[in-house]
């Protein structure tokens, strides 16, 4: 019996006309299809955001350097800052001296030799204010020396004073202050007057050598308070001395060297006063160091 079925099974197995059974067709979950077309229209978008935003806000990404060229512009950057600043400072020092000395050439306007009067003290603060004290025989004199004041350019004379002395024969003294608008004569071309911190004494040295050799004898210079800022300091330094007869010329010299070295020394008040037939001389002078 056994034999029987094993045969039939056998030729039923091999006839041509039955077909072999074929595995059901595995069936996927329901909706993955649609799963993942969600997922990647979800991923497109958070693509597409992160680009909108990188170009909105790029700074948002500061924290990704591509390579080091991140770093590389804040470098740069800083440089360029550092150079403005420099320069900056730098343009402060030249109109210091570029504005005293055009000060002076417009003091030499003032009848200064007329023995009708005397200017006893000039002080100059740039970029434009002024005192100016002196004593004269008669009041017109006064009015004709603030006359020629007025002809100074942007010239406005706040205050004027006249004295007279208690020895009638003595005449009056007077006192103008006030302010103008000075322009220098010529423009030089830009150079970085900042200097390191050890300069400072060297150059105060140099200064003072070329003072000696345009008639002025200075004292040893008096440090005053130093106010630190982005990245400089200012340094502030008070000169006082003597001028031989060179007068208003020797300043002027000295005033125009310095500038022309590319002194890193800026004027902050140029003070001039006869005393006893001796004219002194009072320079308060800025450095910006680094």
Known sequence: MLRLDFLRDMARDLDPARKPATPAPRRSPEGSGAGKRALGVLLVLMIAGGVALYITRPRLFDFVDFGGKRAAEVARADSLRTQALHMKASRAVDEGLALSIEWLNQLETLPLGDSAWAL????????????????????????????????????????????????????????????????????????????????????????????????????????????????????????????????LAGIRTLLEGERRRGSPFGVRRLTLENRDGHRAVFLDIMAFTR
């Open 120 to 247: 006893t003290l000039s002080s100059f603060t740039p970029p434009g204010r002024f005192v100016l004290k002196g004593s004269a025989r008669k009041e017109e004199t006064i009015s004709a020396v603030q006359e020629a004041l007025v002809l100074f350019p942007g010239a406005d004379v706040t205050e004027s004073r006249a004295d007279r002395y208690a020895a009638p024969e003595s005449g009056y003294a007077f006192a103008f202050s006030g302010s103008v608008t000075l322009s220098p004569e010529d423009s030089l071309p830009p150079v970085d007057r900042t200097i390191a911190v050890d300069r400072v004494d060297a150059e105060l040295t140099s200064l003072r050598d070329a003072a000696t050799a345009a008639g002025i004898l200075f004292a040893t210079p008096e440090p005053g308070a130093a106010a630190p800022g982005s990245g400089l300091e200012a340094r502030a330094y008070h000169l006082s001395g003597t001028c031989d007869s060179a007068g």
